[in-house]
């Protein structure tokens, strides 16, 4: 088919049109969003990649034949209602771009309210070690973060990156404590962050691995140029783990491969050695399926895994039986934090209470309905 060359602004009004007509939430976003997808895609190899706001500087632009077949392909795909993530491939959520695709669920932007929770509460951990130790400098120690249904790595890589900002952040505050203080010794060696993924889908594990294998290279380019060495790149780890987060024997793989050290792998055959003992999980974070049954969802939601979305009549029936898991994984002082159905905060609260943790309290979204629960694992309890 042939495309006249027409502008950029006209592409994106005419477009913007068709899928408000077929009932698109935000017809204008999105059609802005795959025009900077399609000027991406077909762009010159190598050019510096194509953003929604650069879009203003280029709106009088005429729109090339093969730019244009291929964003009014994407525009086709948006009308029947295919979730815009699918068409672009890729999600932003908390600051990182993840791989996503049909098979996977989608993270939604209400999630990373969980992503900031539990950055504030890495860095308050860390904060309190330092004052342990009586010295500017913190004691150097394993934190371990466990992520359940971790689909396409959503919480697990989104806590990654606060807990890589955290390692950034300690290591200037002590090459600034050497040199304002050089009585304070050389730069301070920083603590190891385990974060563990936890998935029963091999599809949202697949998008996961590559996932997280994109977050480390980042990660590690990144930590090496701004100065730190091999060793304290290797701070900060991400692993995946297949199973069900219901099923209670779950808890010694997970025990297990936070026991390995990451950096002891044998590069030849991808094995890990046995665990050298089993870790203090500090964290567990989780978006689980919560969605009540029978509940009227869109047609975007309804292209995420069925069982990656609902939970039963009230929703509840993946987030009940993970609390035993949960508990298993938690010792005194180890803080949880699980998103639930806007109608499910004061029954979520209980499962927590049931469980042996203290301080429970719902977190409200930016539209505010609940949306998670918190607490911390009280240092005796008694199962329920």
């Not at 936070?258 to 094995?271: E, S």
Request: net charge negative.
């Amino acid at each position: 088919m042939t495309y006249p060359r027409t502008s950029v602004r006209q592409m994106i009004n005419n477009a913007g049109g068709r899928l408000r007509a077929a009932g698109v939430d935000s017809p204008r976003v999105d059609a802005e969003l795959l025009m900077a997808h399609a000027l991406t895609v077909k762009g010159a190899p190598g050019a510096e990649p194509v953003t929604r706001s650069s879009l203003f500087f280029r709106r009088q632009d005429d729109v090339d034949p093969d730019t244009a077949e291929f964003f009014e392909a994407c525009i086709s795909r948006r009308e029947q209602r295919e979730p815009l993530q699918h068409i672009m491939g890729t999600v932003r959520f908390a600051g990182i771009d993840l791989l996503i695709g049909p098979g996977a669920f989608i993270p939604r932007p209400e999630t990373e309210l969980i992503v900031e929770w539990a950055g504030k509460q890495l860095r308050r951990a860390l904060d309190n070690r330092s004052e342990k130790s009586g010295s500017s400098k913190p004691v150097p120690a394993d934190y371990t973060i466990v992520d359940l249904c971790t689909g396409p790595g959503t919480l697990a890589l989104g806590v990654a990156h606060a807990a890589g900002n955290a390692l950034l952040s300690l290591h200037r505050d002590f090459r600034e404590q050497a040199a304002v203080n050089p009585q304070v010794g050389s730069v301070g060696k920083l603590p190891r962050i385990r974060i563990v993924g936890v998935d029963t889908s091999d599809v949202a594990l697949d998008y996961a691995r590559r996932n997280v294998e994109t977050f480390m290279q980042n990660w590690r380019a990144e930590a090496l140029d701004v100065g730190l060495s091999e060793d304290d790149a290797d701070q900060l780890s991400v692993s995946l783990c297949a199973g069900d987060v219901t099923d209670p024997t779950i808890v010694k793989s997970i025990r297990d491969l936070c026991g390995r050290d990451t950096r002891d792998r044998d590069k030849r055959d991808g094995d890990y050695p046995e665990p050298t003992h089993e870790l203090k999980v500090d964290m567990v974070v989780s978006n689980p399926p919560y969605v009540p049954e029978n509940t009227a969802i869109s047609p975007e939601v309804a292209a995420d895994p069925h069982d990656a979305v609902f939970a039963g009549a009230d929703g509840m029936s993946v987030i009940v039986p993970m609390m035993a898991v949960v508990e298993d994984l938690s010792s005194p002082g180890t803080v949880v934090a699980v998103e639930h159905d806007e109608l499910n905060g004061p029954v979520t609260s209980q499962c927590l209470n049931n469980h042996g943790f203290t301080d429970v309290e719902i977190h409200k979204d930016l539209a505010g309905r609940d949306r998670f629960v918190t607490g911390i694992r009280a240092a005796h309890t008694r199962k329920a």
